[in-house]
């Protein structure tokens, strides 16, 4: 049991090399957040899932604000049903560290400026409801553009809904949490087929919501870019009648594509964002260098 133990958080989270929170979680910058709330769910999904990380989304949840972006830092915590001896090892952890009110409560409270709280209440939504209005608008006051991606149940949702905070829930009922411990503190915590560590970036939008490896982040962004700097050139240059649909989609562009896309960017005043990308491996790869192709090639997902 893992109750917000700072070695074991550093030690899970140790690809990670850049800025930590007191309690050891990454802090992945608020540029990257700020990035990634410009970008697709999609975009980022692909570059993951070519460097293997296979189970880093779940798409099924109800949304509180149905058109409202989320992205902020993971806050994780796991649920079980109670068990009388394990419980009572549960509370005297949670009053050693002055943690006062239910295991809800103690993750709500020790929210900070960005986090995003991933529960994982085993879909317990009956006796099940994480959250309601009182714990939505401490969510909201202690986050500002965080929220909350809850496995399991909420209630009040009337008044949920008045709260500018987003949280994807999995249904409603009008009981209160009971018959459940927590056993894991900002440990790793499985949501339906995603898995979460703290501090990872959690982008939820209308798609469902996937869970970024902190390490990754910025190398995420930087794929997504490329994707984007691509799609730009590439539509201008099919709607001109100058390349072919199955050009612009090929996985493999020609030098001659590589060479126009860079004139295009440099001279577009729009695109200065994506000026300093590198572009190296797909030059090699137009060349048919082996090892760049083979790279290139991941993204067809054959």
């Not at 991933?118 to 317990?124: A, R, S």
């Not at 608008?137 to 009337?158: C, F, H, L, Y």
């Not at 339906?192 to 982008?203: A, H, K, N, S, Y």
């Amino acid at each position: 049991m893992n109750l917000n133990n700072r070695d074991e958080i550093i030690k899970l989270t140790r690809e990670w090399k850049g800025e930590r929170f007191e309690d050891g979680r990454p802090r992945v910058s608020d540029a990257c957040l700020n990035e990634l709330r410009e970008m697709t769910l999609e975009e980022i999904w692909l570059p993951l899932y070519i460097k293997g990380y296979h189970f880093q989304f779940e798409g099924e949840f109800k949304r509180l604000h149905e058109e409202k972006k989320l992205v902020g830092r993971a806050v994780t915590c796991t649920f079980m049903p109670i068990r009388p001896d394990l419980f009572s090892v549960v509370r005297e952890e949670g009053k050693a560290k002055d943690w006062n009110g239910l295991c809800n409560q103690w993750v709500v409270d020790n929210l900070v400026e960005g986090d995003v709280m991933v529960v994982d209440m085993y879909d317990k939504i009956f006796n099940g409801t994480f959250v309601g209005g009182n714990l939505t608008t401490a969510i909201a006051s202690q986050t500002k553009t965080g929220g909350a991606v809850i496995w399991g149940g909420v209630r009040d949702v009337e008044q949920m809904k008045k709260i500018d905070t987003q949280v994807c829930y999995r249904g409603v009922d009008p009981t209160p949490i009971r018959e459940t411990q927590m056993v894991d503190y900002n440990g790793p915590c499985r949501i339906g087929r995603g898995v979460c560590l703290p501090g990872d970036v959690v982008m939820a939008t209308s798609s469902g919501v996937l869970f970024i490896p902190s390490h990754l982040a910025a190398e995420m962004i930087n794929s997504a870019k490329k994707s984007h700097a691509k799609d730009i050139f590439g539509f201008e240059m099919i709607e001109r009648g100058i390349y072919t649909t199955a050009q612009v989609d090929s996985s493999v562009w020609t030098l001659d594509m590589l060479e126009n896309m860079e004139k295009f960017l440099n001279e577009n005043t729009a695109c200065r964002k994506y000026r300093n990308l590198d572009w190296s491996l797909e030059i090699h790869a137009a060349k048919g260098e082996k090892e760049a192709l083979k790279e290139v090639l991941k993204s067809c997902l054959v």
